[in-house]
């Protein structure tokens, strides 16, 4: 098979003492989309900014469509597209203007800069606010712009650090409709995000890390079906009648204690009423009782658990490699 | 947080295209600034006023007293003004450029990392000389000539061009080393004003006193005052004119070392 468009390989990166991406290995095929996943710090953004050549990794390799990012930063650039947490867009430029912009400085002459811009001002739905200062657009219009402002000339590859952040649902919705043609349409996409919903919509394949490292990976359905069903969080900010519930629950697996809240894992729907009894028998009032599918904190839960419990300094990341 | 080695992203080789992205980034600015209409006041509606109310209360008062209109130094001391004005606005906007996401994507992009300086500093040039033309036209009406032919015209501007090239190197250190901005206004204001308070445009030379004349007479925008004057109204040219481009080009260069120190770091991230 061939080389797939991004291959990261035991990539490292530190900041001082501190090692903010730790021997971080995956690749990324042409028209997928992987979905790069981790709470805030995990080294996601360190990752993005290596292989958008905005850092140079300290070892390893990382290669974007056949472009190594230390000895051939310019090929690299040259084939990514990429699409930052914030929108990279001039506020004080209408939507027009920017893409024009940056298509003027992607070498296109002023007609095709022109050409283009409306292109992809109609692809994206902002034809009708092409001529409007970007200012003064909606959270989800900007991230749109700011996408096509990355796709002003074709690349193979297009990474989005968290592009949804902040965003409605709707305006989301039309950016992972957005984000799904471009991967029919043949490009390798990575994506950060801190939603396991978002990668669940999106992508066929999920690195989750931590610290630095990657943890786990595999496909959405494999990394739910390790962390479970759905849990039912109950609330209770009394730390003695906390301690109490702990007890009052000790009856069902896996539960845990987040700030004031238990979580209990849930087989079926049918144990929130046994939850709900458990605590009637003890007497306990909770604070809130709610009930979730499994979010990326469960997972998270879930896998940092067997993570930090494991020893040696290499975590096994090949068992989720095909 | 500053990366411990230097990025490959600092300076890629291939200069050809620096020139071309540079001129588009400079459009960028240009564009930008006519449509803050703060920054259209503060370098340009300003100085303008301050010419007619100056011109207003003190020309009867220099006429008699000098001799010759206020206006035929008082028009080169705006000009300056206005270039002055723009260090300022210049440095608070490209400091907000060098951390905004436009600048992240624009590293990001198979161009020339100088141009986003280059840009800056090239669009700076052309306002500050598009606005030098606008007020000595402007001040064509209370009687502002160029009297000494066209070529003396031309240096003229050239001489306004090398002032603006030392106000935007100044805007693009200050903003390189600002904490935040409005360190940037307390920095800049009080030195450009004192200057051009202290300066012979607004007082003639004489009318210092005799302890503290000849630091007026040195100073960048006594010299430049003078030469304009003399490549306009008439009067001695030589001093004036080789002091101005040594102060100009002095500090310029001063400046450039600053700044390629300060905007590698930048780029490197």
Partial sequence: MAEAAIEIDRLRKSFGPKAAVDDVSFSVAAGTVVGLLGPNGAGKTTVINCLTTLLTPDSGTARLAGHDVTTDPAGVRASVAVTGQFAAVDETLTGRENLVFFGRLLRLTRTGASARAAELLDQFGLSEAGDMPAGHYSGGMRRRLDLAASLVVPRPILVLDEPTTGLDPRSRQALWDAVRRLARDGMAILLTTQYLEEADALAERIVVIDEGRVIAEGTPKELKKDVGGSVCEVQISDAGDRARATGALAGFVGVKERDDVLVVPMRGTDELSAIVRALDGAALKADDIAVHPPTLNDVFFALTKDHRGSEGPAFDTGEGRS | ?269
């Fill in chain 2, 1 to 269: 947080m500053t990366a411990t080695t230097s990025a490959p992203a600092a300076l890629p080789t291939g200069a050809g295209g620096l020139w071309a992205e540079s001129r588009i980034i400079a459009g960028r600015v240009l564009r930008l600034f006519v449509r803050s209409p703060m920054m259209l006041l503060a370098t340009f509606g300003f100085p303008l006023l301050q010419l007619f109310m100056l011109l207003a209360a003190f020309n009867i008062l220099v006429h008699d007293t000098l001799g010759e209109s206020y206006v035929v130094r008082l028009a080169p001391l705006i000009i300056l003004i206005t270039a002055f004005s723009a260090i300022g606005s210049s440095a608070i906007a490209f400091w907000v450029d060098i951390r905004s996401g436009v600048f992240n994507r624009l590293r990001a992009m198979p161009i020339n990392a100088l141009s986003m300086l280059f840009g800056r500093m090239l669009g700076d040039l052309v306002r500050i000389l598009g606005i030098a033309v606008l007020v000595a036209a402007i001040a064509y009406l209370p009687g502002f000539r160029f009297e000494q032919g066209f070529g003396a015209a031309v240096g003229f501007f050239v001489l306004v061009a090398l002032f603006g090239l030392m106000c935007t190197s100044i805007a693009v250190v200050a903003a390189l080393s600002a904490p935040y901005p409005p360190v940037i206004m307390a920095w800049v204001q009080l030195p450009t004003l004192a200057l051009t308070l202290m300066s012979s445009g607004y007082m003639p030379l004489d009318a210092y006193p005799s302890a503290i004349r000849s630091v007026v007479a040195a100073q960048p925008v006594s010299t430049a005052v003078e030469a304009l004057v003399g490549l306009s109204h008439g009067g001695p040219l030589l001093v004036p004119v080789l002091a101005t481009v040594a102060w100009t080009v002095g500090i310029s260069v001063l400046c450039a070392f600053v700044t390629v120190r300060k905007f590698r770091n930048f780029v490197a991230g």
